[in-house]
């Protein structure tokens, strides 16, 4: 009964918030002469904070052009902000950067949903040793981390070296697909020092005082110790999910002026990458029986930076250059 009660009391005051909103927006109209688009647009900057509340507003409304604006394809568009502009009546020669600003915020909010769309298809997409083009990506890999070591054999086990766990890395991208390897190819090609270093001391033991003899004893326990391939597929899987639940709209809607692209995500992986390394030395585990628990507490501080709407994950590296100040 007392359940009951608490849904029901819970049902009521979801309505009475609802229709008082409603009643709050239409006299809020009345006396601005400006729609809840123009006031968001007029009074609000650009970047996270203006799109994301422009968003709320389109998903929220009752109107079915308003609803659906959300996504249209991007070529459809500017027809779309045609019909609300008339829709709302609202002059477009007298309010000519409403036009301009509710366009920057739908090439956003349409391109972030093209891209996790097009994430997931790579995400989807298994790792093929039939396919040339496949296989072509993951010798490039190997190239770009060890550019001075040449690769014996497709099947070896060298690729432990870059952090694999066998002797044939395709069995290594079945969570993540190829997405694990466009990621961490982007990463290897574009910051190639960076991710050379990075690849370096993931392999380095965790103390200096070791020879290399006594280094080779215990290696399993006294590195700084993971294995660069497998968690560069498993910050593939945080900034995933990140993406798909929205938690990245915080950061894309602040660095890109229209809509985010898959190089927008990989450059995403490369800070997340270079920071989860920085935070793995940082919390000093005793092995990798912890990683799940650094990265874990990892994920919880980059949520907790995504919280905050003019919050851009800061680049510290080339890759990530074209982030800043856009």
């Known amino acids: 009964m007392k359940h ?3 849904m029901f009391v819970q049902v009521c005051l979801y309505f009475y918030c609802k229709c008082l909103w409603r009643c709050l927006k239409f006299v809020v109209r009345k006396l601005t002469g400006r729609c809840e688009l123009q006031r968001i647009c007029y009074n609000i900057k650009p970047g996270a904070s203006r799109t994301m509340k422009i968003e709320t507003s389109l998903r929220g409304s009752k109107n079915k052009l308003l609803q659906t604006s959300v996504s249209v394809h991007p070529d459809a568009i500017e027809k779309t902000i045609d019909d609300i502009m008339e ?3 609202i002059n477009p020669d007298i309010n000519p950067q409403l036009g301009v600003s509710l366009q920057a915020c739908l090439l956003q909010i349409v391109g972030y949903r093209n891209l996790v769309a097009e994430v997931e298809k790579l995400r989807r997409e298994p790792y093929d040793s039939e ?3 496949h296989e072509e990506m993951l010798l490039k890999l190997w190239k770009c981390l060890k550019p001075d070591c040449p690769l014996e054999a497709r099947i070896s086990k060298q690729w432990c070296e870059i952090g694999f766990q066998g002797d044939d890395p395709k069995t290594d991208f079945r969570g993540m697909g190829l997405l694990g390897l466009y990621n961490l190819l982007y990463f290897a090609e574009r910051d190639a020092a960076v991710a050379q270093q990075v690849l370096s001391d993931s392999l380095q033991p965790k103390y200096s005082q ?3 003899a006594e280094w080779e004893k215990k290696r399993f326990d006294k590195a700084i110790g993971y294995s660069f391939a497998i968690v560069g597929i498993n910050i593939t899987d945080l900034a995933y999910n990140l993406l798909v639940s929205g938690a990245l709209k915080t950061h894309f809607y602040n660095v890109a002026p229209e809509a985010p692209t898959l190089s927008h995500f990989q450059q995403t992986f490369c800070y997340l990458m270079h920071e989860f390394h920085k935070f793995w030395i940082e919390e000093d585990p005793l092995d990798i029986m912890e ?3 650094v990265r874990e507490k990892f994920h919880k501080r980059i949520l907790k930076q995504l919280q905050n709407p003019d919050m851009a994950l800061c680049p510290h590296f080339a890759a990530s250059e074209s982030l800043i100040n856009m």
């Open 291 to 293: 990683f799940n628990r």
């Open 210 to 212: 070791f020879s290399k």
């Open 131 to 133: 396919n040339p083009q």
């Open 87 to 89: 829709l709302k009546k």
């Open 4 to 6: 009951f009660l608490r």
